[in-house]
C-alpha cells in the first residue's frame, strides 16, 4: 500500500511499513519508503512515548544549585549523570506539566510550586519518533522520593550551577537530553 506524501515529507513516500518489535515501552517499525531520487531505501524507526527532562533549581545563599541524579543505564553499561526524566507510558492523557512534576517527585522527592515550560526537543530524529519537553522547577522543597522498582539505584545530588556546567564542559554530565535541557533553559535566560 503506496501512502502519498505529507506537503511537508520532503518528497519521501511511506510504500509499506511492519512492527519488527514491540513491548509496552518501544515500538519498532521498518519502513520501506521511495526517496525523492526515486530509489527505494529503508528505515528502522524507534516509536516511543513523549518524555519530560526537568531542571530543578534551588536559591541559595552561595548561588543557585542543581538537583541532578545518577543512575545505572543497562544499555550502555555505566551510571550517568543526568537532570530527572521520564514518561508516563500508562497515563497517555497527562499534560506534560503533569508528568513533571509526578517524575520530580517520583525520582527526587523534590516538589516545585513552579514549573516553565522551556521548549520542545526531539531526542535523536534520525532513527526515533520520541520527543520532549524542558522545563524550569523554582519554588522547591525536599520530600521522600516514590522511585519505582526500576529506579531503585538512582542517587540525588545537589550541585552548583557553576558545577553542573562544568561538569557538561569536561564531560561527566554526557546525556544528550539534559545537555539540551540546559542550553535550552540557558537560551531562553532563565539561568
Given at each position: 500500500m503506496?501512502?502519498?506524501?505529507?506537503?511537508?515529507a520532503?518528497?519521501?513516500?511511506?510504500?509499506?511499513?511492519?512492527?519488527?518489535?514491540e513491548?509496552?515501552?518501544?515500538?519498532?517499525?521498518?519502513?520501506?519508503?521511495?526517496r525523492?531520487n526515486?530509489?527505494e531505501?529503508?528505515?528502522?524507526?524507534?516509536?516511543?512515548?513523549?518524555?519530560?527532562v526537568?531542571?530543578?533549581?534551588?536559591?541559595?545563599?552561595?548561588?543557585?544549585?542543581v538537583?541532578?541524579?545518577r543512575?545505572?543505564?543497562?544499555?550502555?553499561?555505566?551510571?550517568?549523570w543526568?537532570?530527572?526524566?521520564?514518561m508516563w507510558?500508562n497515563r497517555?492523557?497527562?499534560?506534560p506539566?503533569?508528568?513533571?512534576r509526578g517524575e520530580?517527585?517520583?525520582?527526587?522527592?523534590?516538589?516545585?510550586?513552579?514549573?516553565?515550560?522551556?521548549?520542545?526537543?526531539y531526542?535523536?530524529s534520525?532513527y526515533?519518533?520520541?520527543?520532549?519537553?524542558?522545563?524550569l522547577a523554582?519554588?522547591?522543597?525536599?520530600?521522600?522520593?516514590?522511585?519505582?522498582?526500576?529506579?531503585e539505584?538512582?542517587?540525588c545530588h545537589t550541585?552548583t550551577?557553576?558545577e553542573m556546567e562544568?561538569?557538561?564542559?569536561?564531560?561527566?554530565?554526557?546525556?544528550m537530553?539534559t545537555?539540551?535541557?540546559?542550553?535550552?533553559?540557558?537560551a531562553?535566560?532563565?539561568?
Open positions: 503506496t501512502q502519498r506524501p505529507t506537503p511537508d520532503g518528497g519521501y513516500t511511506t510504500l509499506s511499513t511492519r512492527t519488527a518489535y513491548n509496552p515501552w518501544t515500538r519498532v517499525r521498518e519502513d520501506i519508503i521511495l525523492p526515486g530509489r531505501g529503508l528505515y528502522g524507526v524507534v516509536e516511543r512515548g513523549d518524555f519530560v526537568i531542571l530543578p533549581l534551588w536559591e541559595s545563599p552561595e548561588g543557585p544549585r538537583t541532578l541524579i543512575q545505572y543505564r543497562y544499555p550502555i553499561q555505566k551510571r550517568m543526568e537532570l530527572p526524566m521520564g507510558e497517555p492523557d497527562a499534560t506539566d503533569e508528568v513533571a520530580l517527585r517520583e525520582e527526587t522527592g523534590i516538589v516545585a510550586t513552579e514549573m516553565r515550560d522551556a521548549g520542545l526537543m531526542q535523536g534520525g526515533t519518533t520520541q520527543k520532549g519537553r524542558a522545563f523554582t519554588g522547591l522543597t525536599q520530600g521522600s522520593h516514590q522511585r519505582e522498582e526500576t529506579e539505584d538512582i542517587t550541585v550551577l557553576a562544568a561538569m557538561i564542559l569536561d564531560g561527566r554530565i554526557t546525556c537530553v545537555i539540551a535541557a540546559f542550553g535550552l533553559i540557558r531562553r535566560g532563565w539561568i
